[in-house]
C-alpha cells in the first residue's frame, strides 16, 4: 500500500494533538489492559503494536512472544514448533496457486476476452461500457480469488476504454473499485481459503456458497449504473449481432473453461480445492502463452517471482496468526468470549449486527486475510453456539471484507483503482459512493437471509 | 556480494514457487492417467509411487513462504496499520516507522534464534557429529518425514535461515530509512505493459466493429 498517497490524503496533526491522541490511546490501552485481565493484555499489546505501524504478521507474533515470556509458564520452545507446523497443511497451500492463477489471468489477455464478451450482449444499454465492466468482473471473479487481481485486470482494460467513450473516469472508476470485489466473493476466493483454513469448514461448499450472492451483488450494482448513466445520458455501444457475442464468446470461453475445471473438479471429487488450484494456475499459464499468447515465456519468472512475494506475505501472516490462536485457545479466550455474548442473551439478529459493525470497523485499518485470521477464531464459537451457519457465516465475512476492500483508508481495491486512473484517493472515495451504499445493503441483506448463500451448496450435496 | 545474495533470493522463491506448481500438477495427471486403463502403461505408472507430492509441495511452499518473507522486507509488501502513524508530525511519524522495524528486527532475531535451536536440537546436531566423525553419545537422531523420509530438521532449517535473512533486510531497510528516509514501497497497482496492451491489441473495443469511432463507417 501507498504511504506517500495516504499522506497526501490527510494532512499530518499538530504536535498537541497528535500528543493527546497518543496519550489517550495508550491510556485506554492500559485501562482495558488492567481491567480485563490477560484478555485485555492480549489485545491491548496487539492493538498497541499494530498502532506503531509495525506489519501486522509481525506485530502479531511480537504479542505472542511477548504475553508468553511474561505472563505465562509456556516454555518458549512450544512457540518454535509452532512456526514449523502452522502452515503445514495442504489446504492453504491453494492460497500461493490460487494467487498465481491470478496473476496468469490478469497478464494473460483473459480479462480483455471477458471485456469484449460482455460488450457484446450488454454495451448498448445506457451505461453499456460501465455494466460491461461489472459483467466482466463478475466473470473474472468465477475464475479469481483475489479481488485486486479483479480490478487491475477489468479496470486496466476497461477504464481507458471508458474515458476514450466519453465517460468521466470517476464514473467509471467508481464501478470497477466495487465490482472487482466481486473477486473475493464468486466461486475461489483467498479469504474463503483462509476462513476455511481457521475454521475448519468446508472450501469447496464455501466456494459455491458465494456463486449466488455474487450473482445479486453484481446485478444490483448493475442497476445502480443503469440509473445513474441513464440520469446522466452516458453513451451508449452500438448493438452487436448475435454473431458477433457468439464469437466474443468463442473467444473468452477458455478463460470460462476454468470455471469448470474448479468447480466440476471439487464438485466430483477429482481434486481437492488445492489440486483445483494448482490445476487452474497450471491452466492459466497455458491459455495465456500458448493460446491467447499475450505473454512470452520470458515474462514467466516475473509473474511467478511476483505470486511468490505475495504468496510469503500472506503465508507470513497466517504463520504468526496460527501462534495468536494457539495463544488466545491457551488462554481460552474464544470461549470465554462465546460464553460472555451468549451471557448478553443478544440473539442471532443482534449478534449478527454485532459482527458487522465487528468486522467493519477492522475493515479500517486492516486487509481481509489478517481480519479473518484474527476475528474468526474469537467469533466463529459464539456463532456455532448460536445455531449460525458456518459457510453462511463465511459468506457473511466474506462480504464485509468486500466493503472493507472498497473504502478507505485501506482498502486495497481503492489504491490499485487509483493507481490505473490516476484519481486521487479523495476523489475515488467520493466517487464509488453510490456503489458502497448499494454493498452496505447487500451486506444487510447477506446477512440475513442465510438460505441465498447456502441454498445452492446444500442443492449441490456439498454440505 | 549484495547483488548476489538478491539474486539468489529471487531465483529460489521464484524457482520454489514454479516447481511446485509443476510437481501437484504432474501428480494430478499421473493419477488421472493411472486411473485409465490402457495395458501396460497402468501398471507402470501405478508402480510409480507419486505419495511425496503433497509433502513435497508443502515443504517447498514453507521455504518459499520464508525466503519470500524475507525478501518482502526489500519489496515493501508487509503492510501494518499505518492510519495513526502517517498522521503523526513528521518526526514523529519517522520515530515510529522506526519503531516498527526494530520491532521487525528484534522478532525475526528471536524467531530465528527458537528456531536455529530447535533445528540444532532435532537432529542437526547429530548429523553435524556423526558427519565429522564425533561420538554423538545420547544425542537424538531426530525424526524423518512421512513421506519423503527426509530428516525434518533439513526440512526446519527453512525457518531460522529465513528469519536470519528477513532480520538482516529488516536491519538494511531500517539503516536505508536513517540514512535516506526511504521505505520500499509495494505498487500494488503498478502492471507492467498495461499502457501497449491497451493501444496495441486487438478487441471489441478497438477494432472497428464495435469502437465507437468505428462503428460510423
Known amino acids: ?463 | 556480494m549484495m547483488k548476489y545474495l538478491d539474486h539468489v533470493e529471487e531465483f529460489i522463491i521464484t524457482f520454489l514457487m514454479g516447481a511446485a506448481t509443476l510437481i501437484i500438477f504432474s501428480a494430478i495427471i499421473h493419477r488421472f492417467l493411472a486411473g485409465l486403463p490402457i495395458p501396460g502403461l497402468q501398471d507402470r505408472l501405478i508402480a510409480f509411487n507419486f505419495s511425496w507430492a503433497q509433502e513435497l509441495c508443502i515443504y517447498m511452499f514453507v521455504w518459499m513462504a520464508k525466503f519470500g518473507a524475507a525478501y518482502g522486507v526489500r519489496s515493501g509488501i508487509h503492510v501494518g496499520v499505518d492510519v495513526l502513524v502517517n498522521r503523526l508530525p513528521d518526526e514523529w511519524r519517522k520515530k515510529g516507522v522506526l519503531v516498527a522495524i526494530v520491532c521487525g528486527t528484534i522478532f525475526t532475531g528471536i524467531i530465528g534464534t527458537l528456531g536455529a535451536t530447535f533445528v540444532w536440537e532435532n537432529g542437526m546436531h547429530y548429523a553435524v557429529y556423526t558427519l565429522v566423525g564425533i561420538d554423538v553419545g545420547d544425542v537424538p537422531q531426530g525424526p524423518i518425514t512421512p513421506d519423503l523420509e527426509w530428516p525434518t530438521w533439513i526440512i526446519y532449517s527453512a525457518v531460522p535461515l529465513g528469519s536470519y535473512l528477513m532480520c538482516f533486510r529488516f536491519m538494511q531497510v531500517g539503516w536505508r530509512f536513517v540514512r535516506l528516509g526511504e521505505l520500499p514501497h509495494h505498487d500494488h497497482a503498478h502492471v507492467d505493459g498495461i499502457e501497449e496492451e491497451i493501444l496495441d491489441q486487438p478487441g471489441i473495443l478497438h477494432d472497428g466493429t464495435l469502437h465507437k469511432g468505428g462503428s460510423t463507417k
Open chain 1, 1 to 463: 500500500m501507498s504511504t506517500e498517497e495516504a499522506i497526501n490524503v490527510i494532512p499530518p496533526m499538530s504536535k498537541p494533538r497528535a500528543a493527546a491522541w497518543l496519550i489517550g490511546i495508550s491510556v485506554v490501552l492500559i485501562g482495558v489492559g488492567l481491567y480485563f485481565g490477560n484478555i485485555g493484555i492480549v489485545f491491548a499489546l496487539l492493538l498497541a503494536l499494530m498502532l506503531t505501524g509495525v506489519p501486522v504478521s509481525i506485530a502479531l507474533g511480537l504479542t505472542v512472544l511477548s504475553f508468553l515470556y511474561l505472563l505465562t509458564n509456556v516454555p518458549i520452545e512450544a512457540v518454535a514448533l509452532k512456526l514449523f507446523t502452522g502452515i503445514e497443511k495442504f489446504e492453504i497451500m491453494a492460497i500461493p496457486f490460487f494467487i498465481l492463477a491470478g496473476n496468469f489471468l490478469t497478464h494473460g489477455g483473459v480479462a480483455r476476452r471477458m471485456i469484449d464478451f460482455a460488450v457484446s450482449v450488454i454495451g448498448h444499454f445506457h451505461g453499456g461500457l460501465a455494466l460491461a465492466g461489472i459483467i466482466a468482473c463478475a466473470m473474472f471473479a468465477l475464475v479469481c480469488g483475489s479481488s485486486v487481481a479483479t480490478v487491475v485486470a477489468i479496470g486496466s482494460i476497461v477504464l481507458p476504454a471508458m474515458v476514450q467513450n466519453g465517460y468521466p473516469m470517476r464514473f467509471g472508476a467508481g464501478v470497477i473499485v466495487c465490482a472487482g470485489s466481486l473477486g473475493i466473493l464468486m466461486l475461489p476466493s483467498i479469504p474463503k481459503v483462509v476462513y476455511a483454513v481457521s475454521t475448519n469448514t468446508s472450501i469447496g461448499a464455501l466456494f459455491v456458497a458465494g456463486l449466488i450472492p455474487g450473482i445479486l451483488l453484481s446485478f444490483m450494482l448493475g442497476v445502480v449504473t443503469w440509473y445513474l448513466a441513464k440520469k446522466r445520458n452516458y453513451p451508449r455501444m452500438p448493438k452487436s449481432s448475435w454473431a458477433q457475442r457468439i464469437s466474443a464468446f468463442r473467444k473468452s470461453v477458455w478463460g470460462l473453461m476454468l470455471v469448470v475445471i474448479i468447480v466440476g473438479g471439487i464438485y466430483s471429487g477429482v481434486f481437492t480445492a488445492t489440486e483445483a488450484a494448482a490445476m487452474s494456475a497450471v491452466y492459466a499459464f497455458f491459455i495465456s502463452v500458448f493460446v491467447y499468447k499475450d505473454m512470452g515465456m520470458k515474462d514467466v519468472p516475473r509473474v511467478l517471482l511476483n505470486s511468490a512475494n505475495m504468496s510469503a506475505m500472506l503465508l507470513y501472516i497466517i504463520t504468526n496468526a496460527v501462534l495468536f490462536s494457539f495463544l488466545m485457545s491457551h488462554e481460552n479466550i474464544p470461549q470465554m468470549m462465546a460464553d460472555w455474548i451468549l451471557g448478553k442473551d443478544l440473539g442471532v439478529v443482534a449478534f449478527l449486527i454485532v459482527v458487522n459493525l465487528v468486522l467493519l470497523l477492522a475493515g479500517n485499518v486492516m486487509e481481509p486475510s489478517s481480519i479473518i485470521l484474527i476475528f474468526a477464531p474469537i467469533l466463529f464459537p459464539a456463532a456455532m453456539k448460536l445455531g449460525i451457519d458456518p459457510v453462511h457465516f463465511g459468506i457473511l465475512i466474506d462480504a464485509n471484507m468486500e466493503v472493507g476492500l472498497c473504502h478507505p483508508p485501506v482498502g486495497l481495491n481503492l489504491y490499485v483503482a487509483s493507481g490505473i486512473s490516476k484519481l486521487s484517493i479523495t476523489e475515488l472515495t467520493v466517487a464509488v459512493l453510490p456503489w458502497l451504499m448499494t454493498m452496505v445493503v447487500f451486506l444487510i441483506i447477506v446477512t440475513y437471509w442465510p438460505s441465498l448463500s447456502i441454498w445452492l451448496p446444500k442443492a449441490m450435496g456439498m454440505m
